[in-house]
């Protein structure tokens, strides 16, 4: 095994190489036995670029990017373990009463924050309610609503569509999820001196964060469910929200109830979600 100093003499070597001789990545680490993504490593921790100078300040308002290039192994490896995490991921309508430790909701949340939108605007908020009053009211008008969509509102084509799914005007896990989380929409933004900024590709901006927020909610252990009562001012009003700001959608919260079962489907192959040019 390799000590500090033999390893240290490789990676001035290959520094060397890199930037001054000019020779390739991979035609060093062929030479070295060392991998790409360490060579690039090395390349970075020494403040080089490349070439023989160190690297340029980026201009005002800019930052290096801070992203470590994988291999290709470990890339499909990455890309093939989250897919087999997210297939297992399902819309649960029973919740236990189980409190879900406050940081995973936090960190959930400061992901889905992250997520890119219009002009960097980030138009979203997102409100927690752990409140039982909260949540009962938000219950009592959603069901309003939803009674009037399966008496009145629905089409008989999406009744039918809805019917495998075993849905109905009750919204009972409004009330036994130990969370829910509004999102909504912000159409402007309000600085600290009040003036009013328009919010750019808002819905789509909104959607990216609230996908984000599913998928880090679902790998911390959680199950989740989207619910979008029609309309949804109600929300509005019992959450106090600001008149620039709009229900988005209405995600549930918890550790699924025990012996809890889903609908028998199946999700669309490649085929026919995905088409290569």
């Known amino acids: ?15 060397w190489r890199l930037t001054s001789e ?7 680490a062929e030479r070295t036995g060392v991998s790409e ?7 970075m921790s020494a403040g080089l670029d490349g070439s023989d100078r160190p690297r340029q300040s980026p201009p005002s308002g800019f930052v290096a990017l801070a992203f470590t290039p994988l291999e290709a192994s470990m890339m499909q490896r990455e890309a093939r373990q989250f897919y087999q995490q997210m297939v297992t991921r399902r819309s ?6 189980k409190q879900i430790p406050a940081s995973i909701l936090e960190h ?3 992901a889905a924050g992250s997520a890119a939108s219009g002009a960097n605007m980030q138009p979203w908020h997102f409100v927690v309610v752990r409140d039982a009053a909260i949540k009962q009211q938000i219950r009592q008008a959603a069901e309003v609503e939803e009674r009037e969509l399966y008496a009145t509102r629905a089409s008989d084509e999406w009744l039918n569509a809805l019917a495998p799914l075993g849905t109905d005007a009750n919204k009972a896990f409004l ?8 999102i909504f929409l912000k159409k402007a ?5 009040g003036q009013r900024r328009k919010t750019y590709y808002t819905s789509e901006s909104v959607g990216i964060a609230t996908g984000i927020l599913i998928t880090a909610l679902h790998r911390a252990g959680l199950a989740t469910l989207t619910h979008t009562p029609s309309p949804m001012k109600f929300l509005s009003q019992i959450l106090e929200r600001a008149d620039h700001e709009r229900p988005f959608l209405l995600l549930v919260v918890g ?3 025990a012996g809890v079962l889903v609908p028998d489907i199946e999700r669309l192959p490649l085929s026919e979600i995905a088409t290569f040019v």
């Open 37 to 43: 993504q360490t060579l690039r490593q090395w390349i």
């Open 175 to 182: 009330q036994s999820a130990p969370a829910l989380i509004a």
């Open 92 to 97: 649960v309508r029973e919740f236990s009463d």
């Open 22 to 28: 000019g020779e390739t990545m991979s035609a060093v």
């Open 189 to 193: 933004t309000i600085d600290a001196e």
């Open 1 to 15: 095994m390799a000590g500090q100093h033999d390893i240290s003499a490789v990676k001035r070597q290959a520094i």
């Open 255 to 257: 550790y699924p109830a």
């Open 108 to 110: 959930a949340l400061l």
